[in-house]
């Protein structure tokens, strides 16, 4: 069983910045691929960005040129996200997400508001 932890979330005017962390408690196997998702308030969890473990990246439309994910070269299964120019909409709670394989793994979220 891996664990995630998410850290970083909080409270922000528009237009400032945030950066996530996730820890994943698998230290022996390098996980596949990890990724950020969120989830607003009576939507759909969707994908933020995503990093292979060949360093591929994807990201959503809603993030392009604002966040960026990326590994911690110092421990094996960790990332952050670096999230600039916030706009309200960014309000969610902030999930991280891993696979090994087949198995899908989530974090508990850190909550991320931005107010006006």
């Known amino acids: 069983q891996v664990q995630l932890v998410e850290s970083g979330g909080g409270l922000v005017q528009t237009g400032g910045s945030l950066r996530l962390s996730c820890v994943a408690s698998e230290t022996q196997t390098y996980l596949d691929g990890m990724a950020w998702y969120r989830q607003a308030p009576g939507k759909r969890r969707e994908l933020v960005a995503s990093l292979t473990i060949d360093r591929q990246t994807i990201y959503a439309d809603s993030a392009k040129g604002r966040f960026t994910i990326s590994r911690d070269n110092s421990k094996k299964n960790a990332i952050y996200l670096q999230m600039n120019s916030l706009k309200t909409e960014d309000t969610a709670a902030y999930y991280c997400?891993?696979?090994?394989?087949?198995?899908?793994?989530w974090g508990r979220g850190t909550q991320v508001t931005v107010s006006e």
């Open positions: 997400r891993a696979n090994l394989g087949p198995v899908i793994y």
